[in-house]
């Protein structure tokens, strides 16, 4: 078995602030996520990349930056946190695409932005 | 684009209550579906998938039906558990090539003991 390891549990920020949450997972998979999860709203797919320094937009990119520069780990980066935000965020990984293989995400980033 | 759509936000029954969370998609192609499960403080997980008319899905107790003439994967369970409660998330990716998810609302299971 694997696992994926998200940080921090829990970010603080302050408005404007730019945050980096971080992911590492060891499955060796090649596909990697992320998404943000709010109340009411379900999963909302940000970014995701299906190999080592691929990167594709998925339906909430505005905002965010990511990055993949090794095939185990994959980082975003909140480029200005808007105030009173709170949301979780979500890491997963497959073995390949996503519609043959099985997810597997991490136990989540809570953001909150005072 | 695709869509999946969860009619209820909350579920709230007593243990062996019988269980059903609707779900429908709406996609281009002929999609994958799955229901994945969320505990407190944890990620979602796979409970099962179906990729075919008519195939059944099933793990655990819970079981869902692919109908393309009804375009629903609804979830079912003959007897809840206080353990089963969660969030239950209804997902299809449009292809079996297909490099993401998309996501329902999810459902919230409150199970009383």
């Known amino acids: 078995g694997g696992i994926i390891t998200q940080t921090p549990k829990f970010l603080i920020g302050q408005e404007g602030q730019k945050l980096t949450l971080k992911c590492q997972q060891n499955?060796?998979?090649?596909?990697m996520y992320w998404y943000r999860q709010d109340s009411g709203k379900g999963l909302r797919l940000i970014y995701y990349s299906i190999t080592e320094n691929d990167l594709q937009k998925g339906d909430l990119s505005e905002g965010y930056d990511a990055s993949r520069e090794k095939k185990s780990s994959f980082s975003l980066t909140v480029t200005s946190a808007q105030k009173n935000e709170m949301a979780v965020f979500l890491c997963?990984?497959?073995?390949?695409?996503?519609?043959?293989?099985?997810?597997?995400f991490g136990a989540g980033t809570r953001l909150s932005v005072l | 684009g695709d869509s999946v759509t969860q009619t209820e936000g909350q579920v709230a029954l007593s243990e062996e209550d019988f269980l059903t969370i609707h779900c429908n998609y709406s996609a281009s192609g002929y999609p994958t579906l799955f229901w994945y499960v969320q505990y407190p403080g944890e990620g979602p997980q796979l409970l099962f998938r179906a990729s075919r008319d008519k195939e059944k899905g099933s793990s655990r107790g819970f079981e869902a039906t692919y109908d393309k003439g009804t375009t629903s994967f609804h979830l079912r369970k003959a007897s809840v558990q206080e353990s089963d409660s969660a969030v239950y998330y209804c997902?299809?990716?449009?292809?079996?090539?297909?490099?993401?998810?998309?996501f329902g609302k999810g459902t919230q299971l409150i199970i009383q003991p």
């Open positions: 997902a299809l990716s449009d292809t079996e090539g297909a490099d993401r998810l998309t």
């Open positions: 997963a990984s497959s073995r390949d695409r996503a519609g043959q293989n099985t997810l597997y």
């Open positions: 499955f060796n998979h090649d596909t």
